[in-house]
Nanobody, 114 residues
Framework: VQLQASGGGLVQPGGSLRLSCAAS????????MGWYRQAPGKQRELVAV???????NYADSVKGRFTISRDNAKNTVDLQMNSLKPEDTAVYYC?????????WGQGTQVTVSS
């Protein structure tokens, strides 16, 4: 499984960004896809996950602001981020679980600043 993340950038507080993660390879064996993030000096943390394209789970800090969705036709998992806050600034990583193995995308920088 290969993952390619895109969509990061600089946005003002209160703004929106949409991240996209394109999967290729053995995509039919993917059970979980989602997003983690890592801010400077902090550990990588879960942001949102989708299990088998249906069940979702979000970090408390992003509930009500972020939405994870899957486009089976495009083999992508997107993260719509609204009402962004400076504390959302981090490198965002797409990941997938397939047959007990974990795969990571290259990371995309999200900076929320005025």
């Amino acid at each position: 499984v290969q993952l390619q993340a895109s969509g990061g950038g600089l946005v003002q507080p209160g703004g929106s960004l949409r991240l996209s993660c394109a999967a290729s390879g053995s995509i039919f064996s993917i059970n979980i896809m989602g997003w983690y993030r890592q801010a400077p000096g902090k550990q990588r943390e879960l942001v949102a996950v989708m299990v088998r394209g249906r069940n979702t789970n979000y970090a408390d800090s992003v509930k009500g602001r972020f939405t994870i969705s899957r486009d089976n036709a495009k083999n992508t998992v997107d993260l719509q981020m609204n009402s962004l806050k400076p504390e959302d600034t981090a490198v965002y990583y797409c990941y997938a679980e397939s047959r007990g193995s974990y795969y990571w995308g290259q990371g995309t920088q999200v900076t929320v600043s005025s």
